[in-house]
């Protein structure tokens, strides 16, 4: 069982940054996040493999997001720049025994989701 606890969430400005954290209670295949609009379903954000550091992205947030993890603290991030209100959403992280996969049922353990709410 593995849990995974997200912080860094908040209001920003269009144009903005914020840097969300997903700390892992034990090891992991692979970490992704995701994120859930309202009345809109869970997409796929990024995923990185743990060992080796591959990463892949969804299409929309290329160049303005970057997912990244620090071994030693075994916690996954993602820094989001250049945020737009279509960013605002619930944001999760999760982990896989696969990669990469964007698809949600793959992933094993989800976190408790932090919201990022972004103004126009």
């Known amino acids: 069982q593995v849990q995974l606890v997200e912080s860094g969430g908040g209001l920003v400005q269009a144009g903005g940054s914020l840097r969300l954290s997903c700390a892992a209670s034990?090891?992991?295949?692979?970490m992704g996040w995701f994120r859930q609009a309202p009345g809109k379903e869970r997409e796929f954000v990024a995923v990185?493999?743990?060992?080796?550091?591959?990463?892949y992205y969804k299409d929309s947030v290329k160049g303005r997001f970057t997912i990244s993890r620090d071994n030693a603290k075994n916690t996954v991030y993602l820094q989001m720049n250049s945020l737009k209100p279509e960013d605002t959403a619930v944001y999760y992280c999760a982990a896989a025994t696969i990669f990469p996969t964007s698809v949600g049922n793959e992933y094993d353990y989800w976190g408790q989701g932090t919201q990022v709410t972004v103004s126009s």
């Open positions: 034990g090891g992991t295949y692979a």
């Open positions: 990185i493999k743990w060992s080796g550091g591959r990463t």
